[in-house]
């Protein structure tokens, strides 16, 4: 792989009553408006005649639905969602989940909610940076993963340091670099004085209140009801209905088995296909980062539409302040030497909807990706050795991608009308505040 190639680089739901004809439980009708993708469109905002498209207001203020369906319907082509006995599913809990997942004043200076990272209009991932920002412009080194189908992850985070989700969300929340939270103390006193809570813990966990184990279990359930299966290649592949995709779809998928070998990783089962193997691999995309084979002098950057300007790369990292450039990925969890640059391997289904691409965000279209592996990655010692040169020709190419289109979720626009729906939560008057009535006991 040479380094010039970086260079370049209905609301409706119907339950089926016939298993035979129909091997999901649920399918849903398209929203006849399309939320996924940036609400301010800049699709054409390299010219300078550059006229806007962004989706009105109006037509983005959301619908609420009933997500718990989606955790106990089994969807085409998805596995039914294995609930922990500890935190059993309900309403009450994803509800409360959902309303933390998006308020702000979750973080150290009440600007950033786990929203505005897994922003549910870009496939709950971020569509508009590499990486992730926290509080105060902080910079991260990796990039923000989708949590759609995040339920059937047996490791989460891009190196696997976690295992649960309920355990998950804390790490955000205290993280330096994202919501900048002083500790569990601080956060769990803060919810108690944010006026409205209290009853809110107590309908989704009677009479145990509001404690690090509770907040962990609703954002977790919250979570775990975002599920997004029954696509056209589910319709398709399972539902043996021969019309729902195209021939070019059909070949490449061929590929996506064959040549490309892509299943490798991405696994497809017989009754189901999550696309992913739970584990890590080295594509050598970290190797080829810790050992400075992707710098550049300068980077293009877009003032306006048809405005660009180069900036050195020197300027661009004197105001990041995750100055650690070296992620050797699951190395610095388990500190092996042979887990140097492994990386977990993502799920693929509604990959359209989730770029950028790679643990670090370095590659913007599916094109980029594919042609990565075409060319077999990066060489180095510890590279998979599923990693090889394809040889796709450009046809080949192409039905891989409509293949990998295929495979957004039918309910999609429900679980983003659903999430646009959901007030943020905002600093008021009545909350604890240095600048308010109530603080958070230090004036007292």
Known sequence: ?????????????????????????????????????????????????????????????????????????????????KVPDSNPISREKIELGKKLFFDRRLSLN????????????????????????????????????TLINIAFSKFLFHDAREYSLENQVWQPVLAHTEMAMPSFGFTIRKLELIPGYKELFDKAFPGQGINMENFGKAIASYERSLISGNSKFDKWYYGKDESAVNEKVKKGFDIFMGKGNCSGCHNVGIKSALFFDDKLHNTGIGYAESMGLLKNKKTRVQLAPGEYVDVDDNIIKSVNQQKKMNDLGLYTITENPSHRWLFKTPGLRNISLTAPYMHNGIFSSLDEVIDFYNEGGFQNELLSPMIKKLNLSLNEKNNLKLFLEALVGENINILIADAISTPVGDLTKEDPNWANNTDMGYNK
């Open 1 to 81: 792989m040479s380094e010039k190639f970086f260079e370049t680089k209905k609301l409706k739901i119907f339950v089926f009553l016939i298993p035979l004809l129909f091997l999901s439980k649920i399918s849903a009708e398209e929203e006849s408006i399309n939320l996924s993708g940036p609400g301010d469109n800049k699709e054409g905002y390299d010219s300078s005649s550059y006229v806007t498209n962004s989706l009105s207001l109006e037509h983005r203020k959301g619908k609420k639905a009933d997500l718990i369906k989606y955790v106990t319907i089994k969807q085409l082509g998805l596995p039914l969602v």
């Open 110 to 145: 009440n600007t950033v909610s786990c929203g505005m990272c897994h922003v549910p209009e870009q496939g709950f991932t971020n569509n508009e940076i590499k990486t992730a920002v926290g509080v105060e412009g902080r910079s991260n080194l990796r990039n923000t993963p």
